[in-house]
């Protein structure tokens, strides 16, 4: 099994921070790598695939990065509907897997 | 529309059963597999497996083969997630969702509670 490992856990930070959240595979995932955001009570929404590609509809704040194992997702300036949890996924092979997820607080 | 429509929560005992549904519509039912996760309370996100909306043939994750069972009816575009013997460590939100997060179509179920408790 691919095992993806975020860091941090969480994170602290204020409206208008660079926040970077890092994924790292345990083996190449070939850019088969999204990052979804979470928030309480909902289903995870859908923000970056194939590392770098922005979902429709979100806003160009956030982006991707990274290749073979090691993946970056940033938030340029944080907002404050951008609190929730983030999660990294691959989807190169069975079983896919989600990272453990990143909390981002005031 | 595009989405996926779960079954009302469950409230169960230990050992009991239950079906959690996953009906799709707005979208050609066999373009995506659907996956499933579990979100246990204050935790995050686990893939369980994925079932082929073509062949129908599942694929689980370790730790979800045997009381889990993932099925289709295409007939009524429905997926279903079945556990049986359940225990208290099973309660969880049950989430679906089609495999096409990297074709950027991002379609999840609302989420199904199941609560097991004696």
């Known amino acids: 099994d691919i095992r993806m490992t975020q860091s941090p856990s969480s994170v602290s930070a204020s409206v208008g921070d660079r926040v970077t959240i890092t994924c790292r595979a345990s083996?190449?995932?070939?850019?088969?790598l999204a990052w979804y955001q979470q928030k309480p009570g909902k289903a995870p929404k859908l923000l970056i695939y194939?590392?770098?590609s922005l979902q429709s509809g979100v806003p160009p704040r956030f982006s991707g990065s990274g290749s073979g194992t090691d993946f970056t997702l940033t938030i340029s300036s944080l907002q404050p509907e951008d609190f929730a949890t983030y999660y990294c996924?691959?989807?190169?092979?069975?079983?896919?897997?989600f990272g453990q997820g990143t909390k981002v607080e005031i | 529309q595009v989405q996926l429509v779960q079954s009302e929560s469950e409230l169960k005992t230990p050992g009991a059963s239950v079906k959690v549904s996953c009906k799709a519509s707005?979208?050609?039912?066999?373009?995506?597999?659907i996956m499933w996760v579990r979100q246990a309370p204050g935790q995050g996100l686990e893939w369980m497996g994925w079932?082929?909306?073509?062949?129908?043939?599942?694929t689980y994750a370790q730790g979800f083969s045997g009381r889990f069972v993932f099925s289709l009816d295409i007939s009524v575009r429905t997926s279903f997630l079945e556990m049986s013997s359940l225990r208290t460590e099973d309660t969880a939100v049950y989430f679906c969702?089609?495999?096409?997060?990297?074709?950027?179509?991002?379609?999840w179920g609302q989420g199904t509670t199941v609560i097991v408790s004696s």
């Open positions: 707005g979208y050609p039912f066999t373009s995506y597999g």
């Open positions: 079932i082929n909306t073509n062949t129908g043939k599942p």
């Open positions: 969702a089609t495999d096409s997060a990297m074709e950027g179509v991002d379609v």
């Open positions: 996924h691959q989807t190169n092979n069975f079983p896919y897997t």
């Open positions: 083996q190449d995932v070939n850019n088969f």
């Open positions: 194939i590392v770098s």
